[in-house]
Nanobody, 126 residues
Framework: QVQLVDSGGGSVQAGGSLRLSCAIS????????MGWFRQAPGKGREGVAA???????YYTDSVKGRFTITQNVAQKTMTLQMNMLTPEDTAMYYC????????????????????WGQGTQVTVST
């Protein structure tokens, strides 16, 4: 079972930046996608960014141009660089490992997640 530990959250002012990190351990044999979800109070868990097969990236529309997902296979880490943060980015952020069927390539949904980080809080003030 793959295990994930995420970190890097904090409180920043609008327009600021944060870098979230995810440390990966255990077996990754069944994993073909890595990425991040977030959950704001009273809302469902939303896909933010992902890398499929170590090649193709996905970003939800609201973060395009501001967030960058990076995976370092050798170092067993994944990061989410978040720039130009807004209050709408306030949420608990979770790194995730998933097994996505080939027929659903490019789909970043919680139903395919096999391991979650514990979550790291991001708070953006206006």
């Amino acid at each position: 079972q793959v295990q994930l530990v995420d970190s890097g959250g904090g409180s920043v002012q609008a327009g600021g930046s944060l870098r979230l990190s995810c440390a990966i351990s255990g077996s990754t044999n069944r994993i073909n996608a890595m990425g991040w979800f977030r959950q704001a109070p009273g809302k469902g868990r939303e896909g933010v960014a992902a890398i499929f097969g170590g090649r193709t990236t996905y970003y939800t529309d609201s973060v395009k141009g501001r967030f960058t997902i990076t995976q370092n296979v050798a170092q067993k880490t994944m990061t989410l660089q978040m720039n130009m943060l807004t209050p709408e980015d306030t949420a608990m952020y979770y790194c995730a490992a998933a097994r996505v069927p080939l027929s659903l390539g490019g789909s970043w949904e919680i139903t395919h997640v096999v391991s979650w980080g514990q979550g790291t809080q991001v708070t953006v003030s206006t």
